[in-house]
């Protein structure tokens, strides 16, 4: 969906390094996640945030952590990368409002960590 | 293309076939369903969705049923074509408007 976009779309990095995904929406919606998937796996979530002050763990917090700088903007930083945070990665947003969780994906972001 | 479908079950469909994707879900409290298709190398596309005071709803070629006695649903896609090739997972929604996802049905459209 072209209304949520990721940064960078692939990434390649080693062991031990800091690294941030970007990800911005224009559809004004409040709620926003970040999610990996692996392969034959669903979607694990990381982190999910309800309103700009609000950050809360998902399933899978540790070893990552993450910034709402803006309704629009959500960032998810790898403090320090580990191979088995090789996935792909998924940015969401939802609209509280609809009284519903539809969530609205982006393009995914490829890591590899060396 | 990415493996996101890798091990996943697998339904071979002959192009103009219908199909039926189906999905046990798991918790008895869920109040609304959602159908996702994830194509190769994408993010995850919204199909249909259907609350629970549903057993059916209807879209653009595809119908989505809900049995709630069995915690079942199925995605039913009629007259499929190539462009229906993906992985199409289900996601329940349940307390404090979360959303849980399965794994996912691996769809190949036969031409």
């Known amino acids: 969906d072209a209304d949520v976009t990721q940064t960078p779309r692939n990434r390649i990095t080693k062991t031990g390094k800091r690294i941030m995904l970007e990800c911005s929406q224009t559809?004004?919606?409040?709620?926003m996640y970040w999610y990996r998937q692996d392969p034959g796996l669903g979607l694990q979530l990381i982190y999910y945030s309800f309103d700009v002050k609000d950050i809360n763990k998902g399933e899978i917090s540790d070893g990552y952590s993450v910034s709402r700088q803006a309704q629009a903007k959500f960032s998810l930083s790898l403090e320090s990368a580990i191979p088995n945070q090789t996935a792909l990665y998924f940015c969401?947003?939802?609209?509280?409002?609809?009284?519903?969780?539809?969530?609205?994906f982006g393009p995914g972001t490829r890591l590899l960590v060396l | 293309g990415e493996s996101v479908g890798l091990h996943l079950p697998t339904l071979s469909v002959q192009e103009g076939d219908n199909s039926i994707i189906n999905c046990a879900y798991s918790?008895?409290?869920?109040?609304?369903f959602i159908w996702y298709k994830q194509e190769s190398g994408k993010g995850p596309q919204f199909i249909i969705d259907i609350r629970s005071n549903m057993d059916k709803r209807q879209g653009q070629r595809v119908t989505v049923l809900l049995n709630k006695t069995v915690k079942h649903l199925s995605l039913q896609i009629a007259a499929t074509q190539p462009g229906d090739s993906a992985v199409y997972f289900c996601?329940?929604?349940?307390?404090?408007?979360?959303?849980?996802f399965g794994k996912g049905n691996q769809v190949v459209v036969i031409p």
């Open positions: 969401a947003t939802s609209d509280s409002s609809t009284g519903t969780e539809t969530q609205y």
């Open positions: 918790n008895s409290a869920s109040d609304y």
């Open positions: 559809k004004g919606h409040d709620r």
């Open positions: 996601a329940e929604q349940y307390g404090n408007n979360r959303l849980a």
